[in-house]
């Protein structure tokens, strides 16, 4: 590709067979690597081998049009694809150098070390104290104090002044906003490693998306954040790195197939893309 | 009438003409479906308010307190019969509960929809729900000899009669419950860290309560009117005492209200009415229950 001259050759390059999908910036530590990633749905082919690396303590952001498997890449590192009774994956995905596909993994543990906030925000029904002493409770964490756990967690998420003098009440009373950050202080409960949030801000008014962005940005201290966004802006704004991605037609079938297209810094993604593709989509020609 | 001309459309919102809402063939539809409600309701209304009169001699104490009478039929008592049904419906509502909410469960929340076995077991279910009464009350019979009970009309043999009548209904509506659940909630567990049995047992199922308690409670007030399995199992009607437990000789207010319906004394037949009385009041009870249950839980999402 005649774009390779524009990259700075100081950075380090990720080595790849495919020439037409350059990875010319890997996160210096990382957390979640994923080599050849192929997702199936019955026979439906959702994404075609993607080699990703999600850096420690950085904020990485899967952007591309809608059916472009972004979401579907993002729910197979923590395996909630295997809740989808005919979802089949393909390739590696390592945790700190380890397969969590590999046979004698448990999907369980590799969703207490990487949690997950939802498009929607998903409360239980129950007390704001119990949605976020539940997580702790169920994956049988050693806690000397539950309230001490409840209220780093809240404050960690910017919610305790909110929420302190009515821990007990349902958290079905809060606003959305609060809502879809009580689940990220539920997420923070069980002490994970990695938070992959899907879409969060979508269900968000302004207000509330910029309070959960200014969140991420400080969760970033203590906790590695993948995140899937519609929405660029926000990418660019929170994001230390960003991939695109886009969707393939089947020449015969149809079926769209998500790939990778682009993955580097997001300050270059935004302003200097190397794929076609990218720059269409991140000035609006195109999804 | 306002006129439209070629080139400006009418304004006139009142056209002094009937709203096409209110003309004929409207009309005769509305007062066509008012007729239907009605055709159910008058009769349904007839019959109960026919039976009060009946019974209305004998709307007093010993009707609810006092044992059967064949002597004195003008005292005759319904006591046993309301008793057994109390302890037939624990009975029944004891063995359909557990067994339907675990088989309920297993159908949303672990079994593979697209296994042969799991889909017999789903056409099976429907077709459970259709069987006659009757054929329950002899699987009961067929059940309790197996289980080498000699005593013939007992509480446990009408209990599982009556479970096995309502357990398509119980596993039915649990199911429909569970799956009211939203997705979100489950993934939000599961995403903890939980595994699929905890967030079953901490989430779905204690949302699906409401649900389930409702449509266990309308399947238990239909099985409290059924008097045809209750025969066939060799129920008795003249019994003189309270049930004290399901291995106890019993009797039903059903099989009481047919047998004395069948006795050609005028007091019997007033007894009767009266009885019917009692066990509507029974049954409009459990289905207040049902509907206060729904409403203290009712969960929106």
Redesign the interface.
Known sequence: MTHMTTLPQTLPTLATEDAERPLPDAPPDPVIEAFGLNVFYGDFHAVHDVNLSFGKNEITALIGPSGCGKSTVLRCLNRMNDLVPSARVEGEITYHGQNIYAKGVDPIAVRTHIGMVFQKPNPFPKSIYDNIAYGPRVIGMKVDDMDEVVEQALRSAALWDEVKDKLKQSAYGLSGGQQQRLCIARTIATKPDVILMDEPCSALDPIATSRIEDLMVGLRQDFTIIIVTHNMQQAARVSDRTAFFTARPDETTGNRTGLLVEYDLTSRIFTNPHDKRTEDYISGRFG | MASLTATTRSTVLASGRRSRDTNLSSVVFLVGLWASLFFGVVVLLVLIVSTAIDALPRLDGPLVTDYYSGIRPEQTGFRAGIFGSMWLMLGTALLAVPLGIASALYLEEFA???RWYNKLIEVNLQNLAAVPSVVYGLLAVAAMSLLGFNQRGIVLGGAIALALLILPVVIITTREAVRAV?R????????????VW?TTW??TL??AVPGIATGTILGLSRAIGEAAPLLLLGVAIGVRFDPNGFLSVFTALPLQIYTSTSQSREEFQTAAAAAIIVLLVMILGMNALAIFIRNKFQ?TW
């Not at chain 2, 979100?184 to 595994?195: N, P, Q, Y």
């Open positions: 593979n929809r697209h939203p979100e909630i489950r993934d939000g567990s599961m995403a903890l860290g939980a595994t905890q901490r989430q204690p949302s969960r």
